[in-house]
């Protein structure tokens, strides 16, 4: 049975080349990673569910060690990747997948990286001042959104951070009700609105019910195959899953040439 089908010519490849090789892009697709996710978010959700599972299966340990690299870029406060860099892009649209959500609170330090950067004072005028170093699809709006948006799906799985989570995580606090005041009504001011409730009043959550629809975003991977319940996660990735060891052999030769290889070359 054929893997997952991407759309308008993408494929597994052209989406981490583009995470992962700023600022050059894929050859066969030269279209910056934000053009792509775009394309990618307004597919039908069964769509994406398997498309997140299959990216995260080939890509999820490549980016989280390319995220915490001594790439120069990553550490230029006058490159927008700074702030969100297409790596990170890529990862945050992965969390929805609760194994990646794990991964990323497990990861040593993401977490307080992306903190200590919401917790600069400057963060919006030098965010701002990087708009010229934006790639396709991405704005200050978007990037500043989803690095809250981030924060917010990874404090979900608070019992996989560290503790203390961050030592200055309150400070945040009465910075994001300002940002809910200033952003009222749009992506940033809902989803600081959400995360300024999560550290505030982390009790006031209903765990189970977030958990329970995150589930609904693991599926079994054998095409074809609608199961969601007790699934068998592969030993390698640890990301993709299937309901049976029958599914997992007959999607073995698939899944084997993607499992946890990172950018490789383009193959049909």
């Known amino acids: 049975m054929a893997p997952q089908s991407y759309p308008q010519g993408m494929t597994l490849h052209?989406?981490?080349?583009?995470?992962?090789?700023?600022?050059s892009l894929a050859?066969?697709?030269?279209?910056?990673?934000?053009?792509?996710?775009?394309?990618?978010?307004?597919q039908p959700l069964s769509s994406q569910i398997r498309m997140m599972s299959e990216i995260g299966s080939q890509y999820l340990s490549v980016l989280l060690t390319y995220q915490t690299s001594s790439a120069p870029h990553l550490h230029d406060p006058t490159n927008a990747q700074y702030y969100f860099s297409d790596a990170f892009a890529l990862l945050n649209w992965l969390t929805?997948?609760?194994?990646?959500?794990?991964?990323?609170?497990?990861?040593?330090?993401?977490?307080?990286?992306?903190?200590?950067?919401l917790l600069n004072n400057?963060?919006?005028?030098?965010?701002?001042?990087?708009?010229?170093?934006r790639t396709g699809g991405m704005t200050f709006e978007a990037d500043f959104g989803s690095l809250l948006q981030f924060v917010s799906t990874i404090l979900l799985r608070r019992e996989f951070l560290p503790e203390p989570v961050h030592p200055r995580i309150q400070e945040l606090v009465p910075k994001l009700k300002a940002?809910?005041?200033k952003y009222s009504g749009k992506f940033i001011g809902r989803v600081a609105e959400r995360l300024a409730a999560q550290i505030a009043s982390p009790e006031s959550l209903?765990?189970?019910?977030?958990?329970?629809?995150?589930?609904?975003?693991?599926?079994?991977?054998?095409?074809?195959?609608?199961?969601?319940?007790e699934l068998?996660?592969?030993?390698?990735?640890?990301?993709q899953r299937y309901c049976s060891t029958e599914h997992q052999k007959k999607d073995g030769k698939f899944h084997k040439k993607i499992c946890n290889k990172g950018l490789i070359e383009d193959e049909e």
């Open 14 to 23: 052209t989406i981490g080349y583009a995470a992962l090789s700023y600022p």
């Open 27 to 42: 050859p066969e697709l030269p279209i910056p990673l934000g053009n792509q996710l775009g394309v990618l978010q307004r």
């Open 96 to 117: 929805s997948n609760p194994d990646v959500a794990i991964r990323c609170a497990k990861h040593p330090t993401l977490f307080k990286d992306t903190i200590d950067k």
């Open 122 to 133: 400057n963060l919006e005028r030098d965010m701002k001042a990087c708009e010229a170093t």
């Open 179 to 181: 940002w809910k005041r």
């Open 206 to 229: 209903d765990l189970d019910a977030v958990r329970e629809a995150q589930a609904e975003s693991v599926v079994c991977g054998y095409v074809g195959c609608a199961i969601k319940k």
């Open 232 to 239: 068998l996660a592969c030993g390698q990735c640890k990301v």
